[in-house]
């Protein structure tokens, strides 16, 4: 019996859904069991080390007494151990509803979203589905604007337990809002997040990783976007010693636009890693990936993106760049744009660096009475603020600049 | 109140400088025109405190103290200004933010107090217009997509804004039309003086029209060869400094064509 297994039999009771969602949790198991961890060389995961993930976590729900972060105008749904807790979780506008996921759960297995793509995190996503204990179901009604930004607080979770989570939003057509992820969690935090933007929807998705430091992070996006929808998404990547962040998006719809960009801050010996798969499968779809690294102490950044124009998906018009800047000697960044196209007729770009701070750039600010520090951790600043500035909600935004700029402090001497 | 003696500095194992003296006086506006090469720009970066450069010996002094063990942001605290040849552009810093930034930390390391927002703003538009730079410009990314003209505004903006002892500028004239350069020009004279000197580099004689120096440096292969009064820029202007590489060579006396010996 795998240790997840004996977790599995251990917790069953307390899993939500009761007996008549054990057939399918059941089978997921056996899925991830047949699947095995991934070799070593796994293309997959090549870059990543996955030796804290080797042992199992406990499937035991935790007590949380944190404090728990809000950001200040927004609508802050709070999450504990991924449970919604609506005694911290603030009123909803209209247009918008939030459902648990739990009260679905004794319904079937969660349900993907129709042309969902696939998981770029095999085979966590069958762990997850075995585990899946709470998450939430976000819908925004058709042709509805939703102003004040929906942020989804996840917190709790302890070291060496494990905290499984689905997120699946849907904007109906011509819908528009912006839905933030912000994690705050210890322990291992598996978490799925589907999208579905209907046709002239548009969706801001923003996720803000500032785990604990001994946390491990796993995220599985799966975007689907429909005719002229439009996607925006900005991960920040501050906290956990180990986060991945899959994101597979396709572009099933005519006309879509996916605009994606991130920047991750790494110390210590954090291992940031963002593994992108951009699907055009649509005609005349548009895509922009733009992320940057800063790697200090023996951290390591990881961009791995293929660009993938189906047969179906002609006229398409897509960049991806990646730069990092490395801060010491032993921080390492990989970085991997890639290209795969089947169709005539396309507009592909793509720019990838990995250097140091620019010593111009610092004699300049030193040049001006700046000291050193304080140059360095403006330029760093600087260069997340590029990608932070992509952010189009302003109390988001701010909020993101302040942790950036609690990081700086704490990192770049 | 700047006073440089014997000066050698390396790049790597190249000397450029090799023995460079140099008296400024309080209120002055110096000159250094030179050929291509001579060791202009690397005087500047020297004096800022440039790390690249390797001095071999010599001294620089302020005000009777030598900032040869202080760093780049030490000197600019100090009162040392080097407006930049090549500005450099850094994306994610606004014009606004960097230039605060800077005065308040000169001001913090006098000991004074930091400019506000609101004083920063207001200064910061009046100076502006000095230099005739547009104030849209204060909410860009430093120096991103600027024209060569409106970097150099802002170098010159940012010395008023600082209010140096001294101010280097390396070649500021440097890829300015006509009308920029009198505009220029003007703000630098606004800033001139009595307890404040300049010293200008430049190829040209029309930015120093407008700048009258009081003393002219003819700088080559890294020495200062010759010093004279403002009517040397035209003597430089007409003749080049063939004559002076000339002369050297065959070990004479420098001294400019129509000059007493």
Same mark, same amino acid.
């Given at each position: 019996?795998?240790?997840?297994?004996?977790? +599995?039999?251990?917790?069953?009771?307390? +899993?939500?859904?009761?007996?008549?969602?054990?057939?399918?949790?059941?089978?997921?198991?056996?899925?991830?069991?047949?699947?095995?961890?991934?070799?070593?060389?796994?293309?997959?995961?090549?870059?990543?080390?996955?030796?804290?993930? !080797?042992?199992?976590?406990?499937?035991?729900?935790?007590?949380?007494?944190?404090?728990?972060?809000?950001?200040?105008?927004?609508?802050?749904?709070?999450?504990?151990?991924?449970?919604?807790?609506?005694?911290?979780?603030?009123?909803?506008?209209?247009?918008?509803?939030?459902?648990?996921?739990?009260?679905?759960?004794?319904?079937?297995?969660?349900?993907?979203?129709?042309?969902?793509?696939?998981?770029?995190?095999?085979?966590?996503?069958?762990?997850? !589905?075995?585990?899946?204990?709470?998450?939430?179901?976000?819908?925004?009604?058709?042709?509805?604007?939703?102003?004040?930004?929906?942020?989804?607080? #996840?917190?709790?979770?302890?070291?060496?337990?494990?905290? #499984?989570?689905?997120?699946?939003?849907?904007?109906?057509?011509?819908?528009?809002?912006?839905?933030?992820?912000?994690?705050?969690?210890?322990?291992?935090?598996?978490?799925?997040?589907?999208?579905?933007?209907?046709?002239?929807?548009?969706?801001?998705?923003?996720?803000?990783?500032?785990?604990?430091?001994?946390?491990? +992070?796993?995220?599985?996006?799966?975007?689907?976007?429909?005719?002229?929808?439009?996607?925006?998404?900005?991960?920040?990547?501050?906290?956990?010693?180990?986060?991945?962040?899959?994101?597979?998006?396709?572009?099933?719809?005519?006309?879509?636009?996916?605009?994606?960009?991130?920047?991750?801050?790494?110390?210590?010996?954090?291992?940031?890693? #963002?593994?992108?798969?951009?699907?055009?499968?649509?005609?005349?779809?548009?895509?922009?990936?733009?992320?940057?690294?800063?790697?200090?102490?023996?951290?390591?950044?990881?961009?791995?993106?293929?660009?993938?124009?189906?047969?179906?998906?002609? !006229?398409?018009?897509?960049?991806?760049?990646?730069?990092?800047?490395?801060?010491?000697?032993?921080?390492?960044?990989?970085?991997?744009?890639?290209?795969?196209?089947?169709?005539?007729?396309? !507009?592909?770009?793509?720019?990838?660096?990995?250097?140091?701070?620019?010593?111009?750039?610092?004699?300049?600010?030193?040049?001006?009475?700046?000291?050193?520090?304080?140059?360095?951790?403006?330029?760093?600043?600087?260069?997340?603020?590029?990608?932070?500035?992509?952010?189009?909600?302003?109390?988001?935004?701010?909020?993101?600049?302040?942790?950036?700029?609690?990081?700086?402090?704490?990192?770049?001497? | 109140?700047?006073?440089?003696? /014997?000066?050698?500095?390396?790049?790597?194992?190249?000397?450029?400088?090799?023995?460079?003296?140099?008296?400024?006086?309080?209120?002055?506006?110096?000159?250094?025109?030179?050929?291509?090469?001579?060791?202009?720009?690397?005087?500047?970066?020297?004096?800022? &405190?440039?790390?690249?450069?390797?001095?071999?010996? &010599?001294?620089?002094?302020?005000?009777?103290?030598?900032?040869?063990?202080?760093?780049?942001?030490?000197?600019?605290?100090?009162?040392?200004?080097?407006?930049?040849?090549?500005?450099?552009?850094?994306?994610?810093?606004?014009?606004?933010?960097?230039?605060?930034?800077?005065?308040?930390?000169?001001?913090?390391?006098?000991?004074?107090?930091?400019?506000?927002?609101?004083?920063?703003?207001?200064?910061?538009?009046?100076?502006?217009?000095?230099?005739?730079?547009?104030?849209?410009?204060?909410?860009?990314?430093?120096?991103?997509?600027?024209?060569?003209?409106?970097?150099?505004?802002?170098?010159?903006?940012?010395?008023?804004?600082?209010?140096?002892?001294?101010?280097?500028?390396?070649?500021?004239?440097?890829?300015?039309?006509?009308?920029?350069?009198?505009?220029?020009?003007?703000?630098?004279?606004?800033?001139? /003086?009595?307890?404040?000197?300049?010293?200008?580099?430049?190829?040209?004689?029309?930015?120093?029209?407008?700048?009258?120096?009081?003393?002219?440096?003819?700088?080559?292969?890294?020495?200062?060869?010759?010093?004279?009064?403002?009517?040397?820029?035209?003597?430089?202007?007409?003749?080049?400094?063939?004559?002076?590489?000339?002369?050297?060579?065959?070990?004479?006396?420098?001294?400019?064509?129509?000059?007493?010996?």
């Amino acid at each position: 019996m795998s240790d997840w297994r004996a977790t +599995f039999v251990a917790n069953q009771e307390t +899993f939500v859904g009761g007996a008549h969602a054990l057939a399918w949790r059941e089978d997921a198991l056996a899925a991830f069991e047949d699947a095995g961890m991934p070799r070593p060389k796994a293309h997959a995961w090549k870059h990543t080390p996955l030796k804290a993930l !080797k042992t199992a976590f406990n499937a035991a729900p935790v007590a949380y007494s944190g404090t728990t972060p809000r950001i200040e105008g927004a609508v802050n749904i709070v999450l504990v151990g991924g449970v919604v807790d609506p005694s911290q979780s603030d009123a909803l506008p209209e247009g918008v509803t939030v459902t648990s996921l739990q009260a679905n759960l004794s319904m079937g297995a969660p349900a993907l979203p129709t042309d969902a793509p696939a998981t770029l995190n095999a085979p966590f996503d069958t762990l997850n !589905k075995a585990f899946v204990n709470g998450g939430t179901v976000v819908t925004v009604a058709k042709n509805s604007t939703i102003e004040a930004p929906i942020v989804l607080v #996840h917190v709790g979770g302890a070291t060496g337990h494990a905290v #499984h989570v689905q997120n699946h939003i849907r904007l109906e057509r011509s819908a528009k809002a912006t839905i933030v992820e912000l994690w705050a969690m210890d322990g291992l935090a598996n978490a799925l997040t589907t999208t579905d933007t209907a046709d002239n929807a548009e969706l801001h998705h923003i996720v803000l990783q500032n785990n604990g430091p001994e946390a491990l +992070f796993l995220a599985d996006h799966r975007h689907v976007l429909g005719r002229n929808a439009r996607v925006f998404g900005t991960s920040v990547a501050l906290g956990s010693l180990l986060a991945r962040v899959g994101v597979h998006t396709r572009l099933n719809g005519e006309g879509a636009e996916c605009d994606l960009s991130g920047v991750y801050l790494g110390h210590g010996s954090q291992h940031h890693d #963002h593994t992108l798969r951009m699907e055009h499968k649509a005609p005349n779809c548009t895509s922009n990936q733009r992320f940057r690294g800063i790697l200090g102490g023996k951290s390591r950044g990881v961009f791995s993106s293929l660009l993938v124009v189906t047969e179906t998906g002609v !006229k398409a018009d897509g960049t991806q760049d990646n730069r990092n800047v490395l801060l010491s000697e032993t921080a390492r960044a990989n970085s991997e744009p890639m290209l795969e196209i089947y169709t005539d007729d396309v !507009k592909a770009a793509h720019g990838s660096a990995i250097g140091k701070l620019d010593d111009e750039a610092l004699f300049y600010m030193r040049a001006r009475g700046i000291d050193a520090s304080t140059a360095r951790r403006m330029l760093t600043g600087g260069i997340a603020r590029e990608i932070i500035a992509d952010i189009a909600d302003e109390a988001i935004r701010t909020h993101a600049e302040t942790l950036v700029e609690a990081w700086l402090l704490e990192s770049v001497a | 109140m700047i006073h440089i003696s /014997d000066l050698k500095a390396n790049i790597g194992e190249t000397p450029i400088l090799k023995g460079l003296s140099l008296d400024i006086e309080p209120g002055t506006v110096h000159a250094i025109m030179g050929p291509n090469a001579a060791g202009k720009s690397t005087l500047s970066k020297v004096v800022a &405190g440039h790390e690249d450069y390797d001095v071999k010996s &010599g001294d620089i002094t302020l005000n009777g103290e030598s900032i040869m063990e202080l760093s780049a942001e030490e000197r600019a605290q100090k009162g040392i200004f080097m407006s930049f040849q090549y500005p450099v552009a850094i994306p994610g810093i606004s014009t606004a933010y960097f230039v605060r930034t800077a005065v308040n930390a000169v001001r913090t390391a006098n000991g004074e107090e930091e400019m506000d927002a609101v004083t920063f703003l207001k200064t910061a538009r009046e100076r502006m217009k000095w230099v005739g730079m547009d104030k849209a410009l204060l909410n860009r990314p430093l120096n991103v997509g600027f024209s060569g003209g409106e970097k150099k505004r802002n170098e010159i903006f940012q010395l008023a804004m600082l209010e140096p002892q001294f101010a280097i500028l390396d070649e500021t004239d440097s890829g300015l039309d006509i009308d920029a350069l009198r505009t220029v020009a003007d703000g630098v004279n606004k800033m001139r /003086d009595p307890k404040r000197s300049f010293l200008v580099i430049t190829h040209y004689q029309r930015l120093l029209d407008y700048l009258k120096p009081d003393v002219v440096h003819v700088l080559v292969d890294g020495r200062i060869v010759y010093t004279g009064g403002f009517e040397l820029v035209h003597t430089l202007e007409e003749h080049g400094y063939g004559w002076a590489e000339e002369q050297i060579k065959n070990g004479e006396p420098v001294c400019p064509p129509g000059a007493e010996a």
